[in-house]
């Protein structure tokens, strides 16, 4: 066992399952939406980011940039958010735009669960 | 491979990244979930983007002060936490960033890349050399001022320092690293097509055989120059294919056996390789009368052949019974130490004619000279010296001959990789005996003057532009003595001698200045740096060349000149 993988496999874990807790509901009303989920799958999307740097194989490659997707999404949703609150006014075109944002970085994180899953399997020991 | 530094900055900022997100996330999160009180008394929580915004200026330890509103008591702790959990791990961050500047393997990382790029950017022919010390830095230097390109491998780290301090009129690239890894030679180029030779030339016969062999195996195209002092190991260079072998002893025996049987190919000899064309009276060694050599290892035994072909009666003093015992049968080796007066006394050191002090000790060799000046004084005394850096005493010692062994060295692969001609040529003139010698050396002092010039030069396009090209439009024979012709009048002649043609397999020695030129040719000169300078003009000027050819100027216009039909 390696403990290195054991905490990238579960921050990588992690960051999928509070993007899907944070998605999961009715896209147009915000109230079934939490926001401190949210937060939590920015912070974890950004470990799991780190904890794919540096790694110089090809898979690791295309799990950096799906991180980095994640990251982007995600981000994207939360300064939607902002912007909707401070600057624009909240309506349904705006609470659907957070939604999708978040249902894209669901797929990027779910591109990368399988892609680590794939590796683990594939690896012998 | 290239950037492995850039991983490796990568891979070592992890850890502080993810303090300082962490520590971001606990502090905002706190401010979101802290109630507080706004101007008009009624409680309220801070959103994720003020407790952001906030966070931010408050890590950086800006201070815009407490927004949106004045904190209240439960808010200000939470954020005295947060300045130290923030200032923390920003200062770990830095902390790491300044470690990683100072990490030995990353600057090691960062310059194998910055060695790569220069390697990988350089398009010259170049030649690698293995092992940086005082020989290989005077070769260095003499090529460099040739424009000559050279990439350094080194073990030692210091000497590489050592080395950026040089000042080379090229740059000099260099590697750290050990040359029993094989990747080292591919990182130094070896298997580009501009790279010319390798040359190695380590005391250790072993190692010079290891780095041939590997430098062989990785591109046998390029030219191996190495070091090899013993017989055995000079064979194996031989069989696996190194393309020039030296042997610092045997140039010196056959400077001694040149010095005693012709006196005129030593001079030339001694000439190309950068001494003026003169012979001193203490060049002269003596002819009659015994001689005595002290040390009979490596230097001993090559001395041996070159003494015994050229007749003359010897007898070596060796401090180890062992090497003593090497000698074949027949051979006059006493046991004993060579600066002990008693050994000298039993050598009959009194009525030999000459001492030659060749022991691989600087110091044993200057008291040897010493005790057996004391004893006879009309001596000729002969020194070995190992290291330049001993050169200061040996001066003072008034010894008639001092033989340095690293110099030797030096001359002998300069030549061979800057001017491959004039190597070829010294062998080649060893076959001609001493009157052929001497006909050169009267030809050269007559006709040119007492220490000409040596100039290697090729008919071809790059070096004689206007000479090839009329050789080629008109297919008439040009003779040599065409380039002898002055440019200010085409019936005189310069001072020059062309001592040297190859032409592919063909080789001339002393060629008539009748011979064709023919394109390809590869030649040696002697002459003055007039002379030089009006044969490369003639040679790529077309002007110059119509005007020596003709014996007046070219009349035509200048559209008729470019297209060149004479």
Not at chain 2, 18 to 36: C, D, E, Q, R
Not at chain 2, 59 to 73: L, N, W
Not at chain 2, 249 to 268: C, H, Q
């Amino acid at each position: 066992m390696n403990l290195e993988k054991v905490i990238a496999g579960f921050f990588i874990i992690l960051a999928l399952t509070m993007n899907f807790g944070f998605f999961y509901g009715d896209p147009t009303v915000l109230e079934q939406h939490n926001r401190y989920e949210l937060f939590a799958a920015i912070i974890v999307n950004l470990i799991a980011t780190i904890y794919k740097l540096g790694d110089k194989t090809q898979l690791g490659a295309v799990l950096l940039a799906t991180s980095l997707v994640a990251d982007i999404q995600l981000i994207g949703a939360a300064s939607i958010w902002a912007l909707g609150e401070y600057v624009t006014g909240m309506n349904t075109e705006v609470v659907t735009a957070i939604i999708s944002f978040s249902g894209g970085a669901l797929l990027a994180n779910i591109t990368s669960v399988v892609l680590f899953t794939g590796d683990v399997l594939k690896s012998k020991r | 491979m290239g950037n492995n530094s850039l991983f490796l900055i990568i891979k070592r900022m992890r850890t502080p990244m993810f303090v300082l997100v962490i520590t971001f996330a606990i502090s905002i999160l706190g401010m979101v979930l802290i109630p507080g009180v706004d101007d008009q008394g009624r409680p309220y929580h801070l959103s994720f983007f003020d407790a952001f915004y906030f966070v931010s200026y408050m890590a950086t330890t800006i201070g815009f002060g407490e927004s949106p509103y004045t904190f209240t008591y439960p808010q200000k702790l939470w954020v005295a936490f947060c300045i130290y959990l923030t200032v923390i791990g920003w200062f770990y961050a830095i902390g790491a960033i300044i470690t990683l500047v100072q990490d030995k393997v990353l600057a090691a990382q960062i310059a194998l890349a910055q060695f790569q790029r220069k390697i990988r950017k350089m398009e010259e022919p170049f030649i690698i050399f293995v092992g940086y010390n005082s020989m290989t830095r005077q070769i260095i230097d003499h090529l460099s001022k040739d424009g000559i390109r050279s990439v350094v491998i080194e073990k030692d780290e210091e000497k590489i320092k050592e080395l950026s301090l040089e000042n080379y009129t090229i740059e000099v690239p260099a590697l750290a690293g050990d040359i029993r890894d094989p990747k080292i030679f591919k990182t130094a180029g070896i298997h580009k097509r501009n790279c010319r030779a390798v040359v190695s030339l380590f005391n250790d016969d072993a190692m010079n055989l290891h780095v041939a062999l590997s430098a062989k195996l990785m591109n046998k195209h390029v030219m191996v120059v190495v070091e090899a002092t013993q017989d055995e190991y000079g064979q194996n260079l031989k069989t696996i294919g190194a393309d020039v072998v030296e042997n610092p002893f045997k140039i010196v025996a056959k400077r001694v056996y040149l010095s005693l049987t012709s006196p005129s190919l030593l001079m030339i000899e001694q000439w190309l390789y950068g001494d003026p064309l003169v012979l001193r009276r203490k060049d002269r060694l003596p002819k009659e009368g015994k001689y005595i050599v002290c040390g009979y290892g490596r230097m001993g035994t090559a001395l041996e052949v070159g003494l015994r072909r050229a007749g003359i009666d010897y007898v070596f003093i060796e401090a180890s019974p062992e090497k003593a015992a090497k000698a074949r049968r027949g051979e006059k080796v006493m046991v004993g130490d060579a600066d002990d007066k008693k050994i000298l006394l039993k050598a009959d050191v009194q009525e030999a004619s000459c001492i030659i002090a060749a022991t691989k000790d600087d110091l044993l060799n200057l008291s040897i000279i010493m005790a057996a000046k004391r004893i006879n004084p009309e001596i000729y005394t002969i020194a070995r010296e190992n290291h330049l850096a001993d050169t200061v005493v040996f001066k003072a010692a008034k010894i008639d001959r001092v033989i340095m062994l690293e110099t030797l060295m030096i001359n002998k692969t300069y030549n061979v990789l800057a001017r491959p001609l004039a190597d070829r040529f010294i062998r080649l003139m060893a076959y001609r005996g001493e009157s052929w010698g001497k006909k050169v050396v009267d030809l050269m002092k007559n006709h040119i003057n007492n220490n000409p010039d040596t100039l290697e030069t090729r008919i071809d396009e790059e070096h004689a532009y206007a000479l090839v090209r009329h050789i080629e439009e008109t297919k008439e024979e040009v003779p040599y003595s065409i380039l002898y012709r002055r440019r200010d009048d085409w019936r005189k002649e310069n001072p020059m001698l062309i001592l040297y043609i190859r032409r592919g397999e063909e080789e001339h020695l002393l060629p008539d200045p009748s011979l064709p030129i023919r394109i390809g040719d590869e030649i040696l000169f002697a002459g003055t740096k007039e002379a030089f300078e009006d044969m490369e003009y003639i040679m790529e000027n077309i002007y110059e060349f119509y005007y020596v050819m003709q014996g007046k100027e070219c009349e035509l216009s200048l559209a008729c000149k470019l297209t060149l039909d004479f």
